[in-house]
């Protein structure tokens, strides 16, 4: 790996390099390589903000790779589990001033995704919420997108409010689009599918799902987001041809965390 690299440079480095291992790849040696060289550099140079940064995308390393786990089907050890927790709490206690909404929301995905406890989850959430939607926010488009979506499945499958589940999901959408990767955006298509689906929307439902399938062939995504976005057509066209209420329906990042690491996880 360069050396020459600010670390800035690295941090941006280590982003890309998590998208290219969460969506495409599988293969997170590069991402954490690039993080924990940005970590040591900005502990020498006691930059706290970029420190509390690379901490964070070393513990979005770590969930990627328990959420891969789990959607092979593999149990995740406690371990993991806890070592993932753990670089989330480095980061915030390193740049409490800083508004770290990552380390937020990284907290919130470790009680809602690994352990099922929205109880826990939510107030993660909310205040990542709070710092990602205030005006003066220099919180990117994804990281936003992702806030968004994780309090719309919280109304999707905890306190169930299809609407408001729509609302956010749409948001959560909007900016994945916005933002322009094309790896990012089926997985927001899925998840607002999967809403308009609760709420009674069958046929744009099915319209958002047929979209996600070939996006997610376009883009080359690995084969647990082709097949998590075809079982959810799937689903979507079955309650279509149905006389029968829509179900409502769990976004799978909350299906493969609340029971036993099924492997459609999204």
Do not use: C
């Not at 293969?27 to 706290?48: C, I, K, V, W, Y």
């Not at 790779?65 to 995740?76: C, D, F, I, P, Q």
């Amino acid at each position: 790996m360069a050396t020459d690299r600010s670390i800035g440079d690295l941090l941006d480095a280590g982003e890309e390099a998590l998208a290219e291992a969460g969506f495409t790849t599988g293969d997170f040696a590069a991402a954490r390589e690039l993080f924990e060289q940005a970590r040591a550099e900005a502990a020498q140079a006691g930059e706290g903000l970029a420190e509390a940064r690379a901490l964070a995308g070393l513990g979005m390393v770590a969930h990627y790779e328990n959420v891969t786990a789990l959607m092979a089907g593999s149990a995740v050890d406690s371990a993991d589990i806890d070592a993932e927790e753990k670089l989330f709490r480095q980061a915030l206690s390193g740049s409490p001033e800083a508004g770290p909404a990552q380390a937020l929301f990284g907290l919130g995905l470790v009680f809602q995704v690994l352990h099922s406890d929205w109880m826990t989850a939510m107030p993660y959430f909310w205040q990542a919420l709070e710092l990602v939607s205030a005006p003066d926010t220099d919180a990117g488009e994804y990281l936003r997108s992702e806030v968004h979506r994780h309090v719309g499945f919280y109304f999707l499958a905890e306190d169930v409010q299809p609407e408001v589940a729509v609302g956010h999901l749409q948001i959560s959408l909007d900016l994945r689009e916005q933002l322009g990767d094309p790896r990012r955006i089926p997985t927001g298509l899925v998840a607002l599918g999967e809403a308009q689906l609760s709420a009674g929307r069958r046929d744009l439902a099915v319209d958002l799902l047929t979209r996600a399938v070939a996006q997610a062939r376009e883009a080359g995504l690995l084969a647990h987001w082709i097949r998590q976005a075809e079982n959810a057509l799937h689903a979507a066209q079955a309650a279509a041809e149905s006389a029968d209420p829509a179900p409502a329906s769990a976004d799978a990042d909350t299906r493969a965390a609340s029971a036993d690491a099924e492997s459609d996880k999204q």
